[in-house]
């Protein structure tokens, strides 16, 4: 096999625009990498609808091929690491922001980019997760890091419909917490529910109160995917000793903040980075999420599409009107 299908990401000529559209690559199209890796899923995520868009913050040049994520088999190895047959997931690092990514059937990688797929989880399943599962797998367990405890009280999921929010929602309900669910989406009640979701609040009601110094003291803990004034509604209303992992900025990157909430009530603002992990840490994670945390309600919230659907999910993602996990089966 000399070529292979990827999507591929053009600036049109003499516009601003960017085009999305698959097509057939040769294998010397690929940057340079101790591991071939033919690619079998992948997953749709925010950060990849904006390379897909020309965003300069997250791909600088451009013809290029996004998919941060990609679960594959390794057809070449260069390293001691790996041999060919295995399989392995690859997230984050440079993978679909300056390197050739998931969205195409081969990718070629530095070796330490990649994680053994865990016993107990299939290739299909790892992208079903994804970053966005990695993501909420890192945020569960800086909240436990820090003392957040089910009997504590209720826990708190912004952007609760996305990616990362659904899976928090879900892992969190595992563990035996008390999940406040919110989301603008008030028509995926029911699919809440079913994720673990003991209440569903609407956006707007989080939303409410951001020109107050502090609010009621109301969750003991939270995860946020989206930013902006509700982070900080969040942090205005955690319990004492309460903390929230910030993981996204959908809505705003920058929040209105005062000193009250840290000094008062001792709460905690925990950023968590789920590209540049070490390694081993990626690693724990997924077998966690492979074992005692594995999720089997997640079929619930997959759309599954071809390689060739990508640039209408693309388009759907990037002005919000995904829901759940978009699967994306590349091979």
């Given at each position: 096999?000399?070529?292979?299908?990827?999507?591929?990401?053009?600036?049109?000529?003499?516009?601003?625009?960017?085009?999305?559209?698959?097509?057939?690559?040769?294998?010397?199209?690929?940057?340079?990498?101790?591991?071939?890796?033919?690619?079998?899923?992948?997953?749709?995520?925010?950060?990849?609808?904006?390379?897909?868009?020309?965003?300069?913050?997250?791909?600088?040049?451009?013809?290029?091929?996004?998919?941060?994520?990609?679960?594959?088999?390794?057809?070449?190895s260069g390293s001691d690491l790996f041999s060919a047959g295995d399989e392995v997931i690859v997230t984050g690092y440079d993978l679909?922001?300056?390197?050739?990514?998931?969205?195409?059937?081969?990718?070629?990688?530095?070796?330490?980019?990649?994680?053994?797929?865990?016993?107990?989880?299939?290739?299909?399943?790892?992208?079903?997760?994804?970053?966005?599962?990695?993501?909420?797998?890192?945020?569960?367990?800086?909240?436990?890091?820090?003392?957040?405890?089910?009997?504590?009280?209720?826990?708190?999921?912004?952007?609760?419909?996305?990616?990362?929010?659904?899976?928090?929602?879900?892992?969190?309900s595992k563990l035996g917490f008390d999940v406040a669910a919110s989301t603008g989406k008030l028509e995926m009640v029911d699919r809440?529910?079913?994720?673990?979701?003991?209440?569903?609040?609407?956006?707007?009601?989080?939303?409410?109160?951001?020109?107050?110094?502090?609010?009621?003291?109301?969750?003991?803990?939270?995860?946020?995917?989206?930013?902006?004034?509700?982070?900080?509604?969040?942090?205005?209303?955690?319990?004492?000793?309460?903390?929230?992992?910030?993981?996204?900025?959908?809505?705003?990157?920058?929040?209105?903040?005062?000193?009250?909430?840290?000094?008062?009530?001792?709460?905690?603002?925990?950023?968590?980075?789920?590209?540049?992990?070490?390694?081993?840490?990626?690693?724990?994670?997924?077998?966690?999420?492979?074992?005692?945390?594995?999720?089997?309600?997640?079929?619930?919230?997959?759309?599954?599409?071809?390689?060739?659907?990508?640039?209408?999910?693309?388009?759907?993602?990037?002005?919000?009107?995904?829901?759940?996990?978009?699967?994306?089966?590349?091979?």
């Amino acid at each position: 096999m000399s070529r292979f299908k990827a999507l591929l990401v053009e600036r049109r000529e003499g516009e601003s625009l960017y085009s999305q559209q698959v097509v057939e690559r040769e294998f010397d199209d690929l940057p340079p990498g101790d591991l071939l890796i033919r690619v079998k899923y992948s997953s749709l995520n925010f950060k990849d609808a904006l390379s897909a868009k020309g965003n300069k913050g997250v791909t600088k040049s451009y013809p290029h091929t996004p998919g941060i994520d990609a679960g594959g088999v390794v057809e070449f190895s260069g390293s001691d690491l790996f041999s060919a047959g295995d399989e392995v997931i690859v997230t984050g690092y440079d993978l679909g922001m300056n390197t050739a990514g998931g969205f195409s059937q081969y990718i070629r990688i530095p070796a330490e980019w990649a994680v053994p797929l865990p016993r107990g989880l299939s290739l299909r399943q790892a992208m079903v997760l994804g970053t966005a599962g990695l993501t909420a797998a890192l945020c569960v367990d800086k909240l436990l890091a820090a003392g957040v405890k089910p009997d504590l009280g209720e826990v708190f999921v912004s952007g609760a419909t996305g990616g990362v929010g659904s899976i928090s929602v879900a892992l969190l309900s595992k563990l035996g917490f008390d999940v406040a669910a919110s989301t603008g989406k008030l028509e995926m009640v029911d699919r809440l529910i079913h994720l673990g979701a003991k209440k569903v609040v609407d956006r707007d009601t989080i939303s409410e109160g951001t020109d107050r110094p502090m609010l009621k003291e109301t969750w003991a803990g939270a995860v946020d995917t989206v930013g902006g004034d509700i982070l900080f509604n969040i942090v205005k209303s955690l319990k004492y000793g309460g903390s929230v992992a910030c993981c996204g900025m959908v809505a705003s990157p920058n929040f209105q903040a005062n000193v009250f909430p840290f000094i008062l009530r001792g709460v905690n603002l925990l950023g968590v980075d789920s590209v540049e992990q070490p390694i081993e840490v990626k690693q724990a994670m997924w077998q966690r999420l492979a074992g005692e945390w594995q999720l089997e309600c997640l079929e619930s919230v997959v759309t599954e599409i071809a390689l060739e659907e990508l640039p209408d999910a693309i388009e759907q993602i990037f002005r919000g009107r995904a829901v759940g996990r978009i699967l994306v089966r590349v091979d």
